[in-house]
T-cell receptor, first 117, second 113 residues
Framework: EPEVTQTPSHQVTQMGQEVILRCVPISNHLYFYWYRQILGQKVEFLVSFYNNEISEKSEIFDDQFSVERPDGSNFTLKIRSTKLEDSAMYFC???????????????FGNGTRLTVT | QKEVEQDPGPLSVPEGAIVSLNCTYSNSAFQYFMWYRQYSRKGPELLMYTYSSGNKEDGRFTAQVDKSSKYISLFIRDSQPSDSATYLCAMTIAMDSSYKLIFGSGTRLLVRP
């Protein structure tokens, strides 16, 4: 069964450094998402991306964050200058369709655990 | 009031028991209701999704939605140790061109052999 893959599985970085988290969505999916889960807390929406542009973003997704689809397969999340509170699991997800989600649920990758020291 | 409330557990049951997991929600705009299973250090894995009030069955899993009460449930029959995981309810809310999921905090389930 096709799956969303994310690399690296664990990233350790120093505060103030830039990180890029990478995702390969399922190949026939058109909508891409990033979610975040701080340890012990809920999974939270960050951003959705369709047709090479951001379609929605949450209040968490400030100017330090950016997303890109640099080629036909990868989808990346960049954090420009990491803060301690950015430490979390970051999940990439994709869906075949957007709209209301009927018959097109989100499929998640296994996440990248980001540790900011 | 939180948009989605879910008892964090942990819920510990013996193998073979019927498990009932529940969420309540406050936003009438939620359209689709999903249950995800999350093993430790893994991403959420979709188990069930439903739209309308009523029951939907898939193998040992039954998802139930009661929109009038804003209450959803997941039942697991004949629970197995391999069912031990965190179960997340999630609900979709439409945005302009896509949708986002609002998750519950997750219920940790332990099925004892």
């Amino acid at each position: 069964e096709p799956e969303v893959t994310q690399t690296p599985s664990h990233q350790v970085t120093q505060m103030g450094q830039e990180v890029i988290l990478r995702c390969v969505p399922i190949s026939n999916h058109l909508y891409f998402y990033w979610y975040r889960q701080i340890l012990g807390q809920k999974v939270e929406f960050l951003v959705s991306f369709y047709n090479n542009e951001i379609s929605e973003k949450s209040e968490i997704f400030d100017d330090q964050f950016s997303v890109e689809r640099p080629d036909g397969s990868n989808f990346t999340l960049k954090i420009r200058s990491t803060k301690l509170e950015d430490s979390a699991m970051y999940f990439c997800a994709s869906s075949r369709l957007g709209g209301t989600g009927r018959e097109s649920p989100l499929h998640f990758g296994n996440g990248t655990r980001l540790t900011v020291t | 009031q939180k948009e989605v409330e879910q008892d964090p557990g942990p819920l510990s049951v013996p193998e073979g028991a019927i498990v009932s997991l529940n969420c309540t929600y406050s936003n009438s705009a939620f359209q689709y209701f999903m249950w995800y299973r999350q093993y430790s250090r893994k991403g959420p894995e979709l188990l069930m999704y439903t739209y309308s009030s009523g029951n939907k069955e898939d193998g040992r899993f039954t998802a139930q939605v009661d929109k009038s009460s804003k209450y959803i449930s997941l039942f697991i029959r004949d629970s197995q140790p391999s069912d031990s995981a965190t179960y997340l309810c999630a609900m979709t809310i439409a945005m302009d061109s896509s949708y986002k999921l609002i998750f519950g905090s997750g219920t940790r389930l332990l099925v004892r052999p």
